[in-house]
């Protein structure tokens, strides 16, 4: 017995050592990944977006003015992303929630077969999916020809190359990414939880309200991110769907890195762009409750 | 609501009514029979225990009484008022679920003021209410944790106070001790036996645990297959279960056929012709062959010479087990394959494998089953 209890230690010692490594040894991978293609990228951005010159003769030069420019000449482009990133957002939260619920709680046998109907449009893509709003929003396609019919477009109204055009696109294209967070967290939902309520006098109202509701917000908070983060950025659909007048953000940023070749802005704005968007999602994280997310 | 609360004290003859009536309960799922025309009555202040194997449709039952399933058919009353069609949040009744259905994002105070909240009772009652109830059951001071920092026993008291706190007529405990482990679900027994003479409320128990009825109820109804088999106090149907059913679920029992030789003085013969006799009471009415049975710690052994008073059956020792409180003998006798007895070790004499005895028990403990 005691000898083997002296031997112990040294195996026992490495074990140890092998067990605290681990987790590290597990991040590795996506240490290095977040390092080479997010951090470095990041400075890179940060850099360029500092420099001034003629292209391809950009100087490193505190060139602060490059920030400017987003107040100075893209404001409009800023607001239209802005306002339709929160539109968007809003629009799917409306239709995403009752569509998770009704998969949820009502899908019964149905629930793979209706999960895999939200995913059928990914299998088409992306720049497909969004085409094929032009045609649904067409100037004399069946939408447009209802709403005028019932006056609520004018003789000549239209929806293509407006903004709720571009809207209804994000909407469209991010639809899944706010139903399936929702779904996921209404979905582990204890039913007796549901039951609990009733049977402390909750009418149905008052039990979703809560509890119910309460308890999906984790799946509310990620899926306007998931939603919200990427809409603010997007530039497909305001091209496709769009005028110049509905521009964002993101094609000026585009038409700076591609057409123009103005780093120096391009990055400037890109790196506005984060910011911006990350100082309006901590207010949002934190009023939401931060321990619902991580719970 | 105001309708629900004003039974109680306005109406003539509502307290000489039973606190729960169900009336030829049926429920169906498809072509199931969960629970097949089920008539009872529960009277004010009971323990009640409704006790069967899972599936037999006890929690179907309990289930009903709370509102969360609709019966089929039948009526089920509450203090004699018909509340078969109303929803839960309708009904003065609340139940302690099995997985305690705490709100995990509420904290203890909210999970147990949650029922006085719905029903708009004054903040500063509510704060006094709560802090009561968590003293009833002993939790005074974790006002503000969350339900998944407390221990299955401690959130198992919380449930409890939740749906305490709502003076309810009836509090329907589904399995509530299912997930504790042994230890504390014997505490909890006593525990809720406690706190049902403290607060003067009807509980009806759904366990699936005899030794749970046993222990806490003051009336147990056995349940098969959608149907209550016999009901009664926990010694009532110990003693006479009635049908091999009960006999068999509550404790073990020793079944044999049997005819009936002289049903006046409750004499029978077994398959041998040896005879035995029974309380004449017990027999049934003109039937010839019954099925009789003996509880195995009723069962004396002795020697084959010595000269014995009741039934004897003689047969061989097969095998013997001593478990501390007891010894378990089986007996291989003529008259049935084997005789399970079990002998507190009071006297010197042990028997071993081989040993010729006698196996005796006095008529009164004998009982009949169908």
New interface residues.
């Given amino acids: 017995m005691s000898a083997v209890a002296r031997e112990a230690p040294p195996t026992a010692r490495r074990a140890t050592w092998r067990r605290k490594l681990v987790p590290y040894g597990l991040l590795l991978p996506g240490g290095v990944w977040l390092i080479v293609f997010y951090v470095v990228p990041m400075l890179r951005l940060v850099s360029v977006s500092l420099q001034s010159g003629i292209f391809p003769r950009y100087r490193f030069a505190w060139a602060w003015s490059n920030y400017a420019e987003l107040v100075t000449n893209y404001g409009g482009q800023a607001v239209n992303s802005l306002v339709y990133a929160f539109l968007a957002t809003a629009i799917a939260l409306l239709i995403a929630y009752p569509l998770a619920y009704f998969i949820a709680f009502r899908g019964g046998r149905w629930k793979n077969f209706l999960l895999v109907m939200l995913l059928m449009p990914f299998l088409m893509p992306f720049l497909l999916r969004t085409l094929s709003w032009k045609i649904i929003l067409a100037d004399n396609g069946l939408v447009v020809d209802v709403l005028r019919a019932v006056h609520l477009l004018g003789e000549d109204g239209r929806l293509l190359a407006t903004g709720v055009a571009v809207v209804a696109g994000i909407v469209y294209n991010f639809l899944a990414f706010m139903t399936l967070p929702i779904y996921v967290s209404l979905e582990k939902i204890?039913r007796?939880?549901v039951?609990?309520?009733?049977?402390?006098?909750?009418?149905p109202t008052?039990a979703f309200r809560?509890?119910t509701f309460?308890?999906s917000r984790p799946g509310v908070v990620a899926g306007t991110l998931l939603t919200f983060i990427p809409a603010v950025g997007d530039y497909v659909n305001a091209v496709l769907l769009g005028t110049p007048q509905q521009f964002m953000i993101g094609n000026v940023i585009q038409s700076r890195f591609l057409v123009v070749l103005d780093y120096p802005v391009a990055a400037a704005l890109s790196f506005t762009l984060m910011i911006v968007t990350v100082l309006l999602i901590i207010p949002y994280v934190r009023a939401a409750g931060t321990e619902?997310l991580v719970a | 609501m105001a309708a629900v609360t004003d039974v109680g004290s306005g109406l003539p003859g509502v307290g000489e009514s039973p606190a729960v009536q169900l009336e030829s309960v049926t429920k169906r799922f498809g072509d199931f029979t969960a629970v097949d025309d089920i008539s009872l009555s529960i009277e004010e202040n009971r323990f009640f225990a409704l006790l069967g194997p899972s599936g037999c449709g006890k929690t179907t039952t309990l289930r009903m009484i709370g509102g969360f399933e609709e019966t089929t058919s039948g009526i089920i009353r509450l203090h004699g008022e018909d509340v078969t069609g109303r929803k839960p949040y309708r009904r003065m009744v609340n139940t302690v679920f099995q997985s305690y259905a705490l709100f995990p994002h509420l904290t203890i105070f909210e999970n147990v003021a949650f029922g006085l909240r719905r029903r708009d009772v004054a903040p500063a009652e509510i704060k006094q209410r709560v802090g009561e109830m968590l003293e009833l059951v002993q939790l005074t001071g974790r006002e503000s944790q969350k339900p998944r920092t407390l221990s299955g026993g401690q959130q198992q008291r919380v449930a409890l106070a939740r749906a305490l706190i709502n003076q309810p007529r009836v509090l329907l405990l589904d399995e509530p001790l299912g997930a504790l482990d042994l230890k504390l679900r014997k505490e909890m027994q006593i525990e809720l036996k406690r706190i049902q003479n403290e607060v003067g409320i009807t509980f009806i128990h759904v366990t699936h645990d005899q030794e749970e009825a046993m222990t806490m109820a003051d009336t147990i109804a056995v349940m098969h297959q959608g149907r209550i088999e016999r009901m009664g106090t926990a010694t009532e149907i110990y003693e006479d279960p009635r049908t091999g059913f009960v006999a068999g679920f509550l404790g073990a029992s020793n079944l044999m056929h049997a005819e009936v030789v002289d049903a006046f003085a409750g004499e029978v013969a077994l398959a041998q012709g040896v005879r035995l006799r029974v309380s004449p009471d017990r027999l049934p009415a003109g039937g010839k062959q019954v099925r009789l049975g003996v509880r195995p710690e009723k069962i004396r052994l002795a020697s084959v010479d010595s000269p014995m008073e009741g039934n004897a059956l003689e047969g061989r020792v097969v095998d013997a087990s001593f478990i501390g409180v007891s010894t378990h003998y089986l007996i291989e006798t003529g008259a049935l394959a084997q005789l399970a007895v079990m002998a507190q070790n009071l006297e010197d004499r042990r028997f071993a494998p081989g040993d010729r005895v006698q196996a005796v028990w006095r008529p009164e403990h004998t009982f009949i089953v169908t």
């Fill in positions: 204890d007796s939880l039951e609990a309520a009733n049977d402390l006098y909750a009418s008052v809560k509890v309460p308890l619902d």
